[in-house]
């Protein structure tokens, strides 16, 4: 696989967060402590990419998470997502979009994260810096929401199917996945052979009526659809802001319930730690006895080879 080098520049601060030890279920935060960069990155085509890095204190090489934004929005809001994972033994880089609000989706955006996992990745290879061996090229997952959901399949197709970066992509993790293009996304999916899970919200303006649907219905490997009952698209970030509220029309009365976002925290953590860590605690979670006793969400009836342990796992 190509590499890209890349060089960067570490902006000052870190926090130190300590966090609960017991880990009642995936959307709970785990035993591990973890450091919050500010970080610049710079791309393959010079340009600069604004990232959040959360470090786990969890010893050896562990899985990579990329995970974009949507539309209009910003790494701030998928902040609590990078704590969450952290705490849960995960690498986790949050980047911001560098086309604002003319996207270039199958490009410029695409690009950055695999931008952003091959700058990691040849970090944890170097010697001092806060990355050294910290990442396990094989198990990278890319995510996103919204529009950020489909920037993050394009970049697992790139990965996949055109073989651009130096690691592997191992899950893929949509939130509300909003395509401006459809056909091209339901295309794409089907050279997805790897797992990957789906949540989706009540169809709205927001979500573009449910247009991302169709992504799950076609990808290639073991796929997992879920509806979160009455979620708002706003549901899907990290935490409550007025201006997804009231973009979405759900100001000042809805746009953020903490329960069905912990169903998407859930589910999405379930699947990366089934199929990366093969953590038999996530099992149930995959279509299995938790799940399907959970009146939170509704599973797709066309989610399909999600029997547990995973192929690999002892």
């Not at 100001?251 to 169903?263: H, I, V």
Request: aromatic share 12%; proline share 5%; charged share 15%.
């Amino acid at each position: 696989m190509k590499k890209v080098l890349m060089h960067s520049m570490v902006l000052a601060f870190c926090v130190m967060c300590c966090c609960v030890v017991a880990e009642a279920a995936p959307e709970d935060n785990g035993p591990y402590a973890y450091t919050k960069y500010t970080q610049s990155i710079t791309a393959r085509d010079g340009g600069s990419i604004s990232t959040y890095v959360f470090v786990t204190s969890a010893a050896g090489p562990r899985p990579l998470i990329v995970f974009r934004h949507g539309f209009a929005r910003s790494k701030d809001v998928m902040q609590n997502y990078g704590k969450h994972w952290g705490t849960r033994g995960f690498i986790v880089i949050l980047n911001d979009s560098r086309t604002g609000i003319s996207p270039d989706y199958t490009g410029k955006d695409s690009n950055d994260m695999i931008d952003c996992a091959n700058w990691a990745v040849q970090r944890s290879g170097q010697a001092g810096n806060y990355l050294t061996g910290k990442i396990n090229p094989t198990k990278v997952v890319f995510g996103g929401h919204s529009a950020g959901g489909y920037t993050a399949e394009i970049a697992t197709y790139k990965n996949l199917a055109l073989g651009e970066g130096n690691f592997d992509c191992g899950v893929m993790v949509l939130y509300d996945p909003v395509p401006t293009d459809v056909a091209y996304a339901e295309t794409i999916a089907q050279s997805i052979f790897i797992p990957s899970v789906m949540l989706y919200g009540v169809s709205d303006i927001c979500n573009n009526f449910g247009a991302g649907t169709g992504i799950f219905q076609n990808t290639a490997g073991p796929t997992y659809g879920i509806y979160v009952k009455a979620a708002d698209h706003c549901d899907f970030e990290s935490y409550y802001t007025s201006a997804c509220a009231i973009a979405c029309l759900k100001w000042p009365f809805g746009g953020w319930d903490s329960y069905k976002n912990s169903r998407v925290k859930r589910y999405g953590t379930a699947m990366i730690e089934a199929y990366l860590n093969c953590d038999s605690a996530a099992y149930p979670y995959i279509n299995g006895s938790a799940a399907l006793s959970d009146t939170g969400i509704q599973i797709y009836p066309e989610s399909r080879g999600l029997s547990m342990p995973p192929a690999g796992c002892p």
